[in-house]
């Protein structure tokens, strides 16, 4: 046992519960040296036989500061301070009045979990234990067949697996020969992209939309058409009327990236009926849908496809956690040979022994039993960033936006306000917010009435309204700063 636990005592009669309590000794630890980065905590259920508190009393303490990047799992390995090198290291010089903050590349994950991060499950809500032992039992069972070279495609079992899902989950039945899978979105863009696309091509992208979209097809030589997301989601009469020659459109129709708005059903229909009549491609990502908070999910575009022109996209990375890099595209029938020969230039980077233990997730009913808590607990874990951010800011300055489902919040600013300025000062602040206006397609002049103009916050990793108050209270020195 460590010299740290052995030291550590409770005060029932405080007035912060137990889990609070430990939460702070910790933090205070680690912040003050004594626990130095990559050093191992207790396991839980050595502080909390120590304490004589229950182990749910130390896990929701380890929660809160794994949520806040103080502490991290290693599986096996135990739990081991990962705070960042600042908190112990000597003060940096001084930082110039007038620099600028490195901007968030949205192309690239960061290093740890930061408050607000966008993208990122509950990484304290994840069945661990379960995980584990699957792919324990999958690594004792590996065969010399399952040394070579891995299917390019994916694995039958987990291609399996998927199709069953969809086919309970969002309402479409499709071959296991129809799904691909890959190392996380940017791959599923690159395997179309590769396969379809020609330079020169137009693509419809939603405005705003996800800057990681705008750049592929960018860089594949493709044509951006800007297309605005209203109540409705995309405007697609405005695409039809603006640029109806296009060969392909991105959605997000469950929950429109970044806005959270969903797509209407005329609007789904009005696209589809494009798609038809162009020979177009509709690439419908699907990349949050299993986290509605009231209800089922909605069924997706892909299921009402009758013509055989949507591919759809979804994802475990977010739905389970990122380190996966698992997603996965199914293709229409007509496109099922032409994606396989482009198959072999780039190698599915998700090794079979993740994606066997996704497939087992999956078959024992894990996959589904955790879908159902997240919805719960992301619905709660919202409340408390809105209940905060309404505690804190008039609606005059800063407004949520309201939404169905999915693991982020978009805020609406007051016209007058900066959202990019006051993202740079939050980053300086250690919060991981992003501006609105860095996801729009066009660039617009910031008194253009259609200037996006908001912040965008995750909030799966918020453990405790308390702890919403904390980074809340950080941003409004944001604002005060920008």
Not at 83 to 93: K, N, R, V
Not at 214 to 243: K, L, S, T, W, Y
């Amino acid at each position: 046992m460590s010299r740290f636990s052995l030291a550590f005592q409770l005060d029932p009669r405080h007035k912060e519960p137990l889990y609070r309590q430990i939460y702070q000794r910790v933090k205070q630890a680690i912040m003050t040296g004594q626990l130095k980065r990559d050093s191992r905590v207790p396991s839980v259920r050595a502080l909390a036989s120590e304490l004589g508190v229950a182990r749910a009393t130390v896990e929701n303490a380890y929660g809160l500061l794994t949520a806040e990047g103080f502490l991290q799992s290693r599986g096996q390995a135990g739990t081991v301070v990962s705070a960042p090198q600042s908190l112990s290291a000597p003060a940096p010089s001084p930082v110039r009045k007038n620099a600028v903050p490195k901007p968030i590349n949205p192309m690239l994950p960061s290093v740890s979990s930061l408050p607000f991060q966008l993208g990122l499950p509950a990484l304290d809500a994840f069945p661990r234990a379960i995980w584990s032992r699957i792919v324990s039992r999958q690594i004792r069972h590996t065969s010399m067949n399952d040394l070579g070279h891995p299917p390019l495609a994916g694995t039958d079992g987990l291609r399996h697996s998927v199709a069953r899902y969809l086919q309970l989950s969002r309402g479409f039945t499709c071959r296991p020969e129809q799904i691909f899978i890959c190392a996380g979105y940017a791959p599923l863009l690159d395997l179309v992209i590769g396969s379809l696309l020609k330079p020169g091509d137009g693509v419809w992208l939603e405005d705003p939309g996800y800057p990681v979209t705008q750049a592929f097809f960018r860089a594949a030589g493709a044509v951006p058409m800007a297309v605005n997301v209203d109540e409705e989601g995309m405007n697609v009469p405005q695409a039809v009327a603006q640029h109806p020659h296009a060969r392909f459109a991105v959605v997000t129709p469950a929950h429109q990236s970044p806005t959270g708005v969903t797509m209407s059903l005329a609007r789904r229909m009005a696209l589809l009926d494009w798609a038809a009549k162009q020979q177009a491609w509709i690439i419908e990502d699907d990349y949050d849908s299993e986290f509605r908070y009231h209800g089922q999910p909605l069924p997706s575009l892909k299921s009402l496809d009758t013509q055989g022109r949507v591919i759809y996209a979804g994802t475990f990375s977010k739905v389970m956690f990122p380190a996966l890099r698992c997603g996965y595209l199914v293709v229409p029938e007509s496109l099922v040979e032409k994606i396989e020969a482009y198959c072999p230039l780039r190698i599915c980077g998700t090794p079979p022994l993740i994606q066997n233990s996704i497939a087992e997730f999956i078959e024992q009913g894990h996959f589904y039993r955790h879908l159902k808590r997240m919805r719960q607990l992301y619905a709660e874990r919202r409340g408390f960033l809105e209940q905060a951010l309404t505690a804190t800011f008039s609606p005059d300055i800063l407004r949520v936006n309201q939404q169905a489902g999915g693991i982020q919040l978009c805020a609406t600013l007051s016209p007058h306000l900066d959202d990019a300025a006051i993202a740079r000062a939050a980053r300086e602040q250690g919060l991981a917010i992003q501006a609105l206006s860095d996801w729009q397609v066009l660039r617009r002049e910031r008194g253009d009435a259609l200037r996006p103009n908001g912040l965008l916050m995750g909030f799966p990793n918020i453990c405790s309204a308390e702890q919403a108050k904390q980074w809340v209270t950080r941003l409004a020195v944001a604002f005060a700063g920008a």
